[in-house]
């Protein structure tokens, strides 16, 4: 079974700090995805990478930023945490440009304060 | 650009009763359809996905889903609902072609009472 794991369930962080998500998956898919979630909102896509060091912006990527250095990992970086990031952020993976499922992480619920 | 509409916040059955999430999509080309669920304070699971073929699509839990080219649609469907069933669904698209990311509605709550 494929396995996506992110680096911490619940993260509380103060405005203006700079914080890191991680997301490692095993299956050596080459694609990954950070999606943020909020009621009412659904899930809006921040950034997606189709291989190692690149990366795309997708619709809401403004005050966030992105790496992946190695193929299994892809971190989400808040340069600079407000309270508007507060919320659930999901990341995903997938193999290829077929036709296969993404499969996600069990999330990562940040409160900045 | 592609989008997904889920025109129901919350749905609400009894146990025992056929449901159904509604799914609308808009794509400029032939689209991937998903449906994905979430149980509390946990990631997306898939259930099912179209790719091409019979527009009768059967997935995990016994849940299915059927596509309808000329109305856009893509709703997920179950004879016979438990309470088990009661969680957050997503319905998301991608093009047939090219190597893009799902794009997802907003979700839809089922809640089947007992």
């Known amino acids: 079974d494929v396995k996506v794991t992110q680096s911490s369930r619940y993260l509380v962080k103060r405005t203006g700090e700079k914080v890191f998500l991680e997301c490692v998956q095993d299956?050596?898919?080459?694609?990954m995805f950070w999606y943020r979630q909020d009621p009412g909102l659904g899930l809006r896509l921040i950034y997606f990478?189709?291989?190692?060091?690149?990366?795309e912006k997708g619709d809401i990527p403004e005050g966030y930023s992105v790496s992946r250095e190695k193929k299994e990992r892809f971190s989400l970086i808040l340069e600079s945490a407000s309270t508007n990031q507060t919320s659930m952020y999901l990341c995903?993976?997938?193999?290829?440009?077929?036709?296969?499922?993404?499969?996600f992480g069990p999330g990562t619920r940040l409160t900045v304060t | 650009a592609q989008s997904v509409a889920q025109p129901e916040d919350q749905v609400n059955v009894a146990e025992g009763n056929p449901l159904t999430v509604k799914c609308t999509y808009s794509?400029?080309?032939?689209?991937?359809l998903f449906w994905y669920v979430q149980y509390p304070n946990r990631g997306l699971q898939f259930l099912l996905k179209?790719?091409?073929?019979?527009?009768l699509v059967k997935g995990s839990y016994g849940f299915e889903a059927e596509f309808n080219k000329s109305q856009t649609s893509f709703h997920l469907k179950k004879p016979s609902a438990l309470v088990s069933d009661s969680a957050l669904y997503f319905c998301?698209?991608?093009?047939?072609?090219?190597?893009?990311?799902?794009?997802f509605g907003k979700g839809t709550r089922l809640s089947v009472i007992a």
């Open positions: 995903a993976s997938r193999a290829g440009q077929g036709v296969y499922e993404q499969y």
């Open positions: 299956m050596d898919h080459e694609n």
């Open positions: 990478s189709y291989d190692v060091k690149m990366k």
């Open positions: 794509v400029s080309g032939n689209p991937y």
């Open positions: 179209y790719i091409t073929g019979d527009n």
């Open positions: 998301a698209v991608r093009l047939l072609s090219g190597n893009t990311p799902l794009v």
